[in-house]
C-alpha cells in the first residue's frame, strides 16, 4: 500500500517561512492528485491546495483568504515529492498539515480540487507564533 511522509513543519515566528514536502513510496501516483490539507485544534481538517499530475491544474482554496498569495503548492515527480511553500506565515495557519493522494487517475487535471482523497500521511506540525 502506498504510504506519504509529510516533513518540513516546525515552530516559526509570525512573518516567517517554511518548506512542507511529501514523498510518495510509489511512483505510480506521479500522474494521480495530489493535495494538501490542514487540522487546527478544535476544527474540521480543510482542504488547503490541490495539483495534477501534470502541475497543469493548482487549485487553493480561497475560502481560506489569508492563504491567497502565500502558499504555494508544487510537485517533482522525479522524486516522487509533493511540496508546499508557505511565506509570511500567520498564527491562524498553526495546524497539522497532511498531504493526500488516491489510487485512480483523473480523466482531467481540474478534477483534482473535487477529488475524494484516500491515502494519507500521518501529518506535520506547524506553529507559527505572534
Known amino acids: 500500500q502506498v504510504q506519504l511522509m509529510e516533513s518540513g513543519g516546525g515552530s516559526v515566528q509570525a512573518g516567517g517561512s517554511l518548506t512542507l514536502s511529501c514523498v510518495v513510496s510509489e511512483y505510480t501516483y506521479s500522474r494521480n492528485c495530489m493535495a494538501w490539507f490542514r487540522q487546527a485544534p478544535g476544527n474540521e481538517r480543510e482542504k488547503v491546495a490541490t495539483?495534477?499530475?501534470?502541475?497543469?491544474?493548482?487549485?487553493?482554496?480561497l475560502s481560506i483568504i489569508s492563504i491567497k498569495g502565500r502558499f504555494i503548492i508544487s510537485r517533482d515527480n522525479a522524486k516522487n515529492t509533493l511540496y508546499l511553500r508557505m511565506y509570511n506565515l500567520k498564527p491562524e495557519d498553526t495546524a497539522m498539515y497532511y498531504c493526500?493522494?488516491?489510487?485512480?487517475?483523473?480523466?482531467?487535471?481540474?478534477?483534482?480540487?473535487?477529488?475524494?482523497?484516500?491515502?494519507w500521511g500521518q501529518g506535520t506540525q506547524v506553529t507559527v507564533s505572534a
Open positions: 495539483i495534477d499530475g501534470g502541475s497543469l491544474y493548482k487549485w487553493y482554496n
Open positions: 493526500a493522494t488516491d489510487s485512480r487517475t483523473p480523466s482531467g487535471g481540474a478534477a483534482c480540487r473535487s477529488w475524494t482523497y484516500t491515502y
